[in-house]
T-cell receptor, first 115, second 113 residues
Framework: DAGVIQSPRHEVTEMGQEVTLRCKPI?????LFWYRQTMMRGLELLIY????????DSGMPEDRFSAKMPNASFSTLKIQPSEPRDSAVYFC?????????????FGEGSRLTVL | DQQVKQNSPSLSVQEGRISILNCDYT??????FLWYKKYPAEGPTFLIS???IKDKNEDGRFTVFLNKSAKHLSLHIVPSQPGDSAVYFC????????????WGLGTSLAVNP
C-alpha cells in the first residue's frame, strides 16, 4: 500500500520566491495534516483538514502561508513570498476518523531551504 | 509555554539493556498518549499508544507507562537493539473530537553494540 506521498523532497529557493509543497494522503483517509519541523520548535501543526475542509489553521504562521485541499487525494501548502526563516522540513500526514487514538501516518517530508 | 516536555535531548544505552524515555505534561485534557519514532530523512512513524484510562500498555519489546497523578509518561524498550537508534517523540491528543496532537521536542536514542 502506498503511504503518504510528498513532493518535492528537497527545495532550495531564494527569498521572495513562491514555494508550493504537495501531498497525496493515504487513500481512504479523511484527515490531512501539515506540520513543520525545526530544531528550535520541534513539530508544529500548521493546519488540518477533515473531508477536505480546513478545521484548524491556528498554527499557520502568517498570511504568507496558505493551504488548500481541492479533493480527497491532494493538498498543497503554499508560501508566498518565502523568507529564510521558513527553512524547515514540512511534513504531511493523514489519518482515519475511526482511529480514535489520533494515530497519524506521515510522509517523508519536504526539506525547504530559503536563501 | 511548552505543554509537553521531553527533558532528555539524548540518551545512550548498551545493546541488550533497557532504554527509558520520559515525557512530562502540564494539561489534564488529553485522552490518548502516543510515541513515535523517527529516523533521519524520514517521517515519524507510530510506535505505541495508551489511553488515559490505563496505566500500562505493552507491545513486544515496547511498554508505555502512564502516571496521571504525576502527569508523566514513559516508554521502556527492552532489550534495546541498535536498530532502535532514532529520535523518539511523545505526542498527546486532546480529549474529544479535536485531532490536534501536542508534541515533545524528542529524545535522540543511541543504542551501542
Amino acid at each position: 500500500d502506498a503511504g503518504v506521498i510528498q513532493s518535492p523532497r528537497h527545495e532550495v529557493t531564494e527569498m521572495g520566491q513562491e514555494v508550493t509543497l504537495r501531498c497525496k494522503p493515504i487513500s481512504g483517509h479523511d484527515y490531512l495534516f501539515w506540520y513543520r519541523q525545526t530544531m528550535m520548535r520541534g513539530l508544529e501543526l500548521l493546519i488540518y483538514f477533515n473531508n477536505n475542509v480546513p478545521i484548524d489553521d491556528s498554527g499557520m504562521p502568517e498570511d504568507r502561508f496558505s493551504a488548500k485541499m481541492p479533493n480527497a487525494s491532494f493538498s498543497t501548502l503554499k508560501i508566498q513570498p518565502s523568507e529564510p526563516r521558513d527553512s524547515a522540513v514540512y511534513f504531511c500526514a493523514s489519518s482515519l476518523s475511526s482511529e480514535i487514538t489520533g494515530e497519524l501516518f506521515f510522509g517523508e517530508g519536504s526539506r525547504l531551504t530559503v536563501l | 509555554d511548552q505543554q509537553v516536555k521531553q527533558n532528555s535531548p539524548s540518551l545512550s544505552v548498551q545493546e541488550g539493556r533497557i532504554s527509558i524515555l520520559n515525557c512530562d505534561y502540564t494539561n489534564s485534557m488529553f485522552d490518548y498518549f502516543l510515541w513515535y519514532k523517527k529516523y533521519p530523512a524520514e517521517g515519524p512513524t507510530f510506535l505505541i499508544s495508551i489511553s488515559s484510562i490505563k496505566d500500562k500498555n505493552e507491545d513486544g519489546r515496547f511498554t508505555v507507562f502512564l502516571n496521571k497523578s504525576a502527569k508523566h509518561l514513559s516508554l521502556h524498550i527492552v532489550p534495546s537493539q541498535p536498530g532502535d537508534s532514532a529520535v523518539y517523540f511523545c505526542a498527546l491528543k486532546y480529549a474529544g473530537n479535536n485531532r490536534k496532537l501536542i508534541w515533545g521536542l524528542g529524545t535522540s536514542l543511541a543504542v551501542n553494540p
